[in-house]
Nanobody, 124 residues
Framework: VQLQASGGGLVQAGGSLRLSCAAS????????MGWYRQGPGNEREAVAT???????NVRDSVKGRFTISRDNAKNTVYLQMSSLKPEDTAVYYC???????????????????WGKGTQVTVSS
């Protein structure tokens, strides 16, 4: 199972970006998905998470500016970021919990699996 993130880039303060992260694999059920970020000199922190049923948790510092959503049919999570600030500059990573069945029909569980990050840079 792989997580592929996309959508990062360079944007001016006040601008918007939309990140996407798709989980791929056979016979896959993705449970909680989330976005995390790690800015220069900072530890990785949670930005937002969404359960399979759509319940969300959003970091206080981005509430009202960032929206997390998902498409279960596509095993994809999105992060719509608006009113971006320079302090939002970071590498953004997606994370997921999943179950898939291997070729022998055996369940394989993944907890907290990371995708490669995508850089978001907000200029002032």
């Amino acid at each position: 199972v792989q997580l592929q993130a996309s959508g990062g880039g360079l944007v001016q303060a006040g601008g918007s970006l939309r990140l996407s992260c798709a989980a791929s694999g056979s016979r896959l059920t993705v449970n909680e998905m989330g976005w995390y970020r790690q800015g220069p000199g900072n530890e990785r922190e949670a930005v937002a998470t969404v359960s399979r049923g759509g319940a969300t948790n959003v970091r206080d510092s981005v509430k009202g500016r960032f929206t997390i959503s998902r498409d279960n049919a596509k095993n994809t999570v999105y992060l719509q970021m608006s009113s971006l600030k320079p302090e939002d500059t970071a590498v953004y990573y997606c994370n997921a919990d999943y179950i898939h069945f291997n070729d022998r029909g055996e369940p394989v569980v993944g907890f907290g699996v990371w995708g490669k990050g995508t850089q978001v840079t907000v200029s002032s």
